[in-house]
Nanobody, 125 residues
Framework: VQLQASGGGLVQAGGSLRLSCAAS??????????VGWFRQAPGKEREFVAA????????WYAESVKGRFTTSRDNAKNIVYLQMNNLKPEDTAVYFC?????????????????WGQGTQVTVSS
C-alpha cells in the first residue's frame, strides 16, 4: 500500500491540527490493514504515536498523546486521520502514517510494512 500524508503545519501551543493520510492499495483492500502514526523529532528516534485496527474496534496511543490525539479512518475513502488537540511544543516532529496487515506490527517501527513520506508539524510556545 502507498501512503500520502498531509495537513502538517505551524500552530501555537494549545492549538489543533488534523493530519490526513490517503492510501493507495493494489493487492489487498484498505480495510484489511491496521493503520497508525509515528513521529520523529530532530535528534530523536522515531516513536509510536497511535494506531487503529482494521475494523476500528481497537485503538492504541502513546502515553504522551492520550486524551489529546485521536486517530480514525474512513475505509470507503481509504483515508486515515490524526486529530491533534491541545498541541505542545514537544509534539513538534515529522509525522508518518503507516499501514500493516498486522495490528501488532503496525505499532513497531522496525516491523511496519508500509510508510508514508511524512508531514512536518511545528508547535510554537
Amino acid at each position: 500500500v502507498q501512503l500520502q500524508a498531509s495537513g502538517g503545519g505551524l500552530v501555537q501551543a494549545g492549538g489543533s491540527l488534523r493530519l490526513s493520510c490517503a492510501a493507495s492499495v493494489r493487492t489487498f483492500s484498505f480495510s484489511s490493514y491496521a493503520v497508525g502514526w509515528f513521529r520523529q523529532a530532530p535528534g530523536k528516534e522515531r516513536e509510536f504515536v497511535a494506531a487503529l485496527s482494521y475494523n476500528e474496534y481497537s485503538t492504541w496511543y502513546a502515553e504522551s498523546v492520550k486524551g489529546r490525539f485521536t486517530t480514525s479512518r474512513d475505509n470507503a475513502k481509504n483515508i486515515v486521520y490524526l486529530q491533534m488537540n491541545n498541541l505542545k511544543p514537544e509534539d513538534t516532529a515529522v509525522y508518518f502514517c503507516v499501514a500493516d496487515r498486522s495490528e501488532v506490527d503496525v505499532r513497531v517501527s522496525g516491523r511496519v510494512e508500509s510508510w508514508g513520506q511524512g508531514t512536518q508539524v511545528t508547535v510554537s510556545s
